[in-house]
């Protein structure tokens, strides 16, 4: 059974840096593709962006929406099993509770708000406040 915890947020004014971590137990995290999402208070569910597994197709490759592309990147340490999102250029529009999410059945990215709703494996959470 994958457990998955998120961890890193906090407050951060616009245009700082944080970066978030998505650690993972009871089962190796390289077997999965790992959405990144993010919700903010009174809107819906936002797909931020993907690594695929490394054992896909695609082999380890990232994609990102558009509202992050440039400013967001996505990497994975598979000696920590953990997934990490490296968020620069914070906007006011950043802020929400960010989670991470797998499924064994998905390898490839992007995984979407849709497909989201299907995936069995979700952390509660880290929130992101930037402001200032």
């Known amino acids: 059974q994958l457990e998955l915890v998120e961890s890193g947020g906090g407050l951060v004014q616009p245009g700082g840096s944080l970066t978030l971590s998505c650690a993972a137990s009871?089962?190796?995290?390289?077997?999965?593709?790992i959405g990144w999402f993010r919700q903010a208070p009174g809107k819906e569910r936002e797909a931020v962006g993907c690594?695929?597994?490394?054992?896909?197709?695609?082999?380890?490759?990232?994609h990102y929406e558009d509202s992050v592309k440039g400013r967001f990147t996505i990497s994975r340490d598979k000696a920590k099993n953990t997934v990490y999102l490296q968020m620069n250029s914070l906007k006011p529009e950043d802020t929400a509770e960010y989670h991470c999410?797998?499924?064994?059945?998905?390898?490839?990215?992007?995984?979407?708000?849709?497909?989201?709703?299907?995936?069995?494996?979700w952390g509660k959470g880290t929130l992101v406040t930037v402001s200032g």
């Open positions: 690594i695929s597994s490394s054992h896909s197709s695609s082999g380890g490759t990232t």
């Open positions: 999410a797998a499924d064994s059945a998905f390898r490839n990215c992007p995984l979407s708000v849709p497909v989201s709703y299907s995936m069995d494996y």
């Open positions: 009871g089962s190796t995290l390289d077997y999965y593709a």
